[in-house]
């Protein structure tokens, strides 16, 4: 008995290495759809940050900005309190007469 080696075509290399490589590309998308497609849980004690918008703008037209949150559909007015520290109030926008301006 000889020990043959077997040798391989450039078809049969070719082949092989694809199917590796395509093997590792099909395992890669399955964790990415597994791990990152998922929506996170949201801790009920915590805001859903998808439903947040911050915006600063002058919402009483005296030339400085206020902090308005928006979450889940209510605006409240973000600010800070006389020790500086931050403070969140209920806010709502209502819109003047005409004859009272």
């Known amino acids: 008995m000889t020990n043959k080696e077997k040798t391989y075509s450039k078809k049969e290399v070719f082949n092989t290495r694809m199917n590796s490589f ?4 099909l395992l890669t998308v399955i ?3 597994f791990t ?9 004690e915590n805001l859903n940050p998808s ?8 919402l009483n037209d ?9 979450y889940d559909g209510k605006s409240y007015l973000l600010g800070l309190s006389e ?3 931050p403070m969140i109030e ?7 007469a005409p004859h009272l301006e």
């Open 22 to 25: 395509f093997n590792g590309m």
């Open 31 to 33: 964790f990415y759809s």
């Open 36 to 44: 990152m497609s998922r929506p996170k849980e949201v801790i009920h």
């Open 51 to 58: 439903k947040l918008e911050i915006i600063s703008q002058d």
């Open 62 to 70: 005296d030339g400085g900005e206020e902090t308005l949150m928006n």
């Open 83 to 85: 020790e500086g520290r």
């Open 90 to 96: 209920d806010y709502e926008i209502i819109p003047r």
